[in-house]
């Protein structure tokens, strides 16, 4: 599957993160967008690699794990990998495909450049991450709670 910049851009359109820019500006990032696809079962990164990429569903689910539990599983129009693009640490969990998957990625210096250009491409990632965050607090302090018990 090679998709077109076209179509790039109607798949980014629809993602919260590039919901708000123009078509122009979709188009910029479509243009710099790589597209990668995996079959399933195939693990796309694991916990401790370095990362240097933010990935876009286009097609398929994948599964964010750690230590081999289950966190998360993003779907199409989501978006996974965006913590290493920030810091440059290690894979905080792996990612492996459920079924085929076709993604669009922006490296890091990628994204760093579209940043300087679209700022407002950064909140809906941070709004993202501090969800992610919340619903982690929110967990340990359950497990907390059951263990005073």
């Known amino acids: ?21 123009t078509g122009r500006e979709l188009r910029q990032v479509a243009e710099i967008a790589a597209e990668e696809v995996f ?27 750690l230590e081999g539990t289950l966190l998360a599983e993003v779907g199409v129009g989501n978006f996974f990998g965006e913590m290493s693009i920030f810091d440059k640490e290690p894979r905080s969990a792996s990612a492996t495909t459920k079924n085929k998957v076709v993604s669009l990625t ?18 809906p990632i941070l709004q993202h991450i501090s969800r992610n965050l919340r619903k982690a607090n929110a967990e340990v302090r359950a497990l907390s709670q059951e263990q005073k018990r």
Do not use: C
């Open 1 to 21: 599957m090679k998709l077109t910049t076209l179509e790039k851009v109607l798949h980014l359109r629809r993602v919260p993160l590039f919901s708000e820019m």
């Open 39 to 65: 079959p399933p079962k195939e693990r796309i990164f694991s916990e401790g690699d370095p990362g240097s990429k933010l990935y876009i569903l286009v097609e398929g689910v994948v599964e964010i794990s």
């Open 106 to 123: 922006l490296s890091s210096s990628d994204f760093r450049e579209l940043v300087f250009v679209f700022p407002s491409v950064v909140f």
